[in-house]
């Protein structure tokens, strides 16, 4: 009996071992995996030919860095040059500055590009979509990228804070919109009289925090986004109407008039900030209010002639 114990010790030991060489080759096998992918992704190079632009001495290479980017075309690897200036007198003397260009591409902390990241937040707060119909949809159209479900919930988080942090800078928002108007009416000497806004909640999954954002209508500019816990006309006037009111003041545009679904604390608080400004309910919304009884109508009518 003392003999058959030990055997049995023996042989649960060997068992372990198997197993933890099993694990062994399927991590190395991961990172040989890995490794091979990585072999053929074609390369980009980032550089900085510009001067200094607060003194315009020349600048610097001090370093370079890399990182992969993955965008809607496929995938690179991007290296990216790093400079700064030596001039003792500047006050950019010693910082660190990277390839402007690279802005336009990559978003910090993130290795996808923007238009992946501007396609998840038009699906997500545009079209209303959950995370799983966004990975559903993604993963279809583009499948070279590399994203879980998981993954993707913390990038669309990502996207979330920074669309509420946007519109910090009245001088650029309002640039933006004087160009569109420009761009839209094919250079001719148009110019924006005033702002028309609208706003609109957005709440894709029950349980998070809605999103309400401001839009100049003309222009399509987001003024202002931010996440609500709750959605009272005291919280609203505060969290929304007052900074708006302090942004609209930057910009320096009469607001013309507001568009808003008939949600009653949406038009009641903007009226405590903008007592004179008209307000207008969406007609799509209206339209669809007024579409119900007639739908209701027409499926009763259908019931009434199958049973006929």
């Known amino acids: 009996m003392k003999k058959a114990s030990v055997s049995k010790k023996g042989r649960e030991k060997h068992k372990n071992k198997k197993v933890n060489k099993n694990k062994e080759k399927m991590i190395l096998g991961a990172k040989k995996k890995k490794g091979s992918h990585n072999k053929d992704v074609p390369s980009k190079t980032f550089y900085l030919n510009e001067p200094c632009l607060t003194c315009g001495e020349k600048l610097a290479r001090v370093s370079s860095t890399d990182r992969y980017l993955t965008s809607k075309e496929g995938r690179i690897r991007a290296f990216v040059e790093v400079y700064e200036c030596r001039n003792e007198k500047c006050q950019l003397y010693k910082q660190k500055i990277k390839p402007p260009q690279l802005n336009t591409l990559i978003f910090p902390g993130l290795s996808y590009g923007i238009d992946i990241l501007a396609e998840i937040a038009v699906l997500r707060?545009?079209?209303n979509k959950t995370i799983d119909d966004i990975y559903e949809e993604i993963t279809k159209n583009y499948?070279?990228?590399?994203i879980t479900s998981r993954h993707l919930q913390n990038v669309t988080n990502k996207v979330m804070y920074a669309l509420e942090s946007s519109a910090l800078n009245p001088d650029l928002i309002k640039e933006r919109m004087l160009?569109?108007?420009?761009?839209?009416n094919k250079g001719k000497n148009k110019e924006l009289k005033g702002l028309?806004?609208?706003?609109?909640?957005l709440q894709p999954e029950r349980g998070n925090s809605i999103l309400y954002i401001v839009r100049e209508v003309q222009t399509g500019e987001v003024l202002l986004a931010r996440f609500m816990e709750f959605s009272d006309e005291e919280s609203i006037q505060k969290e929304i109407y007052e900074p708006l009111k302090k942004i609209l003041e930057a910009i320096d545009l009469?607001?013309?008039?507001?568009?808003a679904d008939k949600q009653l604390v949406l038009t009641t608080a903007f009226k405590k900030v903008f007592p004179q400004v008209p307000v207008q309910h969406c007609q799509s919304h209206f339209l669809k209010e007024i579409r119900k009884p007639i739908q209701e109508m027409s499926q009763k009518m259908a019931k009434d002639i199958k049973k006929n």
């Open 125 to 127: 707060f545009q079209e």
């Open 179 to 184: 160009k569109k108007v420009q761009n839209r």
């Open 143 to 146: 499948p070279h990228l590399e």
């Open 196 to 201: 028309v806004l609208s706003i609109d909640g």
């Open 254 to 259: 009469p607001v013309l008039g507001l568009v």
